[in-house]
């Protein structure tokens, strides 16, 4: 294959913007603001299933109280009463009246131990009300951080996206006045070639792998005609004269 020397030339001009298109792309990938993302997001995902947790067991203790505060409701409305019955003087048997006077004093007892139930309810539900404000706080703030986070990363994505398309722009400029055939197999070798389908031979050595030619070599290069596309014998990759090569 042959080309005209400017032709070639423009190759390392293309060369220089795929290589800033491919900078800027990994730029893109490699934005220190994925990893503040995805642990911001793992930390705001764990925190919401710790406050969904939370939440269940405040419900759970606010259901145990209101059934504990029944129950002590149920025994001193029947204390009461026994004790209305006993103060109205209606029983007159001394059996009932010792049995009316016990179960008093039994149900007493049982409103007591009751109501020590009902007071640590209560603790347990005043630590699961904290629980959940703390965690909802803390989800909040996950919440704020992980937002930073995603407007920092959209802020440089759209930074990193602008001089890209200024680039791409750049590089349908340069590309248009390549011959196609050259352009197709300088694509091909980029592809196979890590990004890196022309390079130029300065002072000797291929700047897209870095070997150095040997005298023999380089005097094959030399008398190559202007117009003949070299190729590295190392790397395959296109190899383009310029006036500093040696050659």
Not at 174 to 196: F, S, W
Request: hydrophobic share 40%.
């Amino acid at each position: 294959m042959n080309a005209a020397p400017a032709d070639q030339i423009r190759l390392l001009d293309l060369q220089a913007i795929d290589s800033r298109l491919d900078q800027l792309a990994h730029r893109r990938r490699s934005l220190p603001e994925h990893a503040e993302i995805d642990q911001a997001t793992a930390d705001h995902t764990a925190l919401k299933s710790l406050v969904v947790a939370a939440q269940a067991q405040l419900g759970d203790t606010n259901r145990e109280l209101t059934k504990a505060e029944q129950d002590v409701e149920q025994v001193r409305s029947r204390s009461a009463r026994n004790q209305q019955r006993l103060d109205s003087g209606a029983i007159t048997s001394p059996k009932d009246l010792e049995n009316l006077q016990h179960e008093i004093g039994s149900l007493a007892k049982r409103q007591s131990d009751l109501e020590d139930v009902v007071l640590e309810i209560m603790e347990r539900l005043e630590s699961a009300q904290t629980r959940v404000t703390e965690l909802g706080a803390r989800l909040e703030h996950s919440t704020v951080v992980l937002n930073e986070a995603q407007a920092r990363r959209d802020a440089a994505f759209g930074e990193i996206d602008t001089e890209a398309e200024k680039v791409k722009r750049d590089r349908e400029t340069v590309a248009a006045v390549i011959p196609a055939d050259l352009l197709k197999l300088y694509t091909r070798l980029r592809e196979q070639q890590g990004g890196v389908g022309a390079a130029r031979l300065y002072q000797r050595r291929c700047e897209g792998c870095r070997v150095e030619f040997a005298i023999t070599d380089l005097n094959a290069i030399k008398a190559e005609p202007k117009d003949a596309i070299v190729r590295c014998d190392n790397c395959g990759r296109i190899l383009v004269r310029t006036a500093e090569s040696g050659v």
